[in-house]
């Protein structure tokens, strides 16, 4: 069995849990999220535990076991804690600004770059070189990172560019002149 798939995922006091069919849904302090599942996993709500079972030992139920029981964790999780992640600018003059709703980032280019969050996303700016993106589904916290990363990724020889928080980049010896 799937090491992941088999571990009972624990509800926490005030965080409902429906399950009708292959659609699931999870209401917390923090929001709701509902998702629909494989036809060919069944999720099982008791005694306070949700349990993922696959119906065969093929190699597609093996790998939606563990996936289906990560993303109704992570559902758990976000309607209780939420989901941060940090994004760094580095660069001599790079700095990142709120207009309004609108995150606007100036890296160098002739232009800002500006970015309007989606809906169910928090932005707040603790400094203008560090943007905190929270909300309570991981995929979409995640992808907005990701979208903004993706416009100025870090660069191998000098480092300059938008980062992960604690993210390693690998550098690059440049050239030597004689």
């Given at each position: ?10 509800v ?43 119906h ?22 976000g ?29 160098g ?70």
């Open positions: 069995m799937s090491r992941t798939g088999k571990k009972p995922i624990t926490p006091q005030g965080v409902q849990v429906q399950i009708e069919g292959n659609n699931i849904t999870v209401k917390g302090p923090k929001g709701q999220l509902s998702r629909e599942l494989s036809g060919e996993i069944s999720v099982e709500l008791e005694d306070g535990c949700i349990r993922v079972k696959r065969s030992d093929r190699p597609q139920h093996r790998a939606l076991h563990g996936l289906t029981r990560s993303l109704i964790d992570n559902m758990v999780t309607v209780t804690d939420g989901f941060t992640r940090t994004l760094e600018l580095v660069g001599v003059g790079y700095r990142v600004s709120m207009q309004g709703k609108n995150l606007v980032l100036n890296v280019f002739s232009h800002p770059l500006v970015f309007e969050p989606e809906p169910n996303l928090e932005i707040e700016v603790p400094s203008n070189t560090k943007v905190l993106i929270k909300g309570i589904d991981k995929q979409q916290v995640n992808n907005f990172a990701a979208v903004i990363r993706k416009k100025f990724p870090p660069e191998p020889y000098k480092g300059k560019g938008i980062r992960y928080e604690n993210e390693q980049v690998r550098r690059k010896v440049g050239k030597t002149g004689k």
